[in-house]
């Protein structure tokens, strides 16, 4: 009973746990030349999934090396795995993301288990 | 002038700037078996690298699905390249880091070039 109370609290005053958040890392493989247009995409798909619940923030990582294996990584933070997949599904449904050609994405979920 | 009275003003003080942080992340390949083990070497290079001039913090984060390409990505953020790759260099004549054996790692510099 407990937890449904503070889960509704949660939702009701956006309070959000630091434990129970969850990070999506996505590393993409870029080919050349598609750099700009993967940028352009996930600004599309940030849009969309910003306005999802459970939605944190999001930050999009640049290599500084331009022979980087991953020359784009986003890392985002969702209040739990349910959240993240339930937008994720109504993004697909909605085609809002469509990747350009040859790009491959890694997207995972993390928690932090060791820090500073 | 002005710039370089506020480099010596954040060395003196330790201020840095949200636009000069790198940020490293290295998406680890683990081997089935051999997770306990990478975070021991993890900890390791942490306690090492902490000391180094320039380091801000890292997160070592790991995988919700076991079955992730991903099994671990550490990320860390660092005053700047040079201060980076001057204690990975340190570390390396040290010896203190030794990844365990078939574990794969993608180290790379990234800055955040969109965010919320």
Redesign the interface.
């Known amino acids: 009973m407990k937890s449904v109370l503070f889960a509704a609290t949660a939702v009701l005053f956006g309070i959000s746990s630091a434990n129970a958040d969850?990070?999506l890392?996505n590393?993409f493989e870029v080919p050349e030349g598609q750099r700009d247009a993967t940028?352009d995409a996930?600004?599309q798909a940030?849009a969309f999934l910003?306005q999802q619940p459970g939605y944190i923030?999001?930050?999009?990582?640049?290599?500084?090396?331009p022979d980087?294996?991953?020359e784009?990584?986003n890392?985002a933070r969702w209040e739990s795995?349910a959240a993240f997949q339930t937008a994720i599904a109504a993004m697909q449904e909605a085609g809002v993301f469509r990747p350009p050609e040859g790009v491959f994405a890694?997207p995972?979920?993390?928690?932090?288990?060791?820090?500073?």
Chains 1, 2 share one sequence.
């Not at 928690?111 to 500073?116: F, L, R």
């Open positions: 969850v990070t890392i590393a940028i996930w600004e940030r910003s923030d999001t930050a999009l990582h640049g290599a500084l090396a980087a294996r991953f784009l990584v890392i795995p890694n995972a979920l993390y928690t932090v288990i060791a820090s500073d």
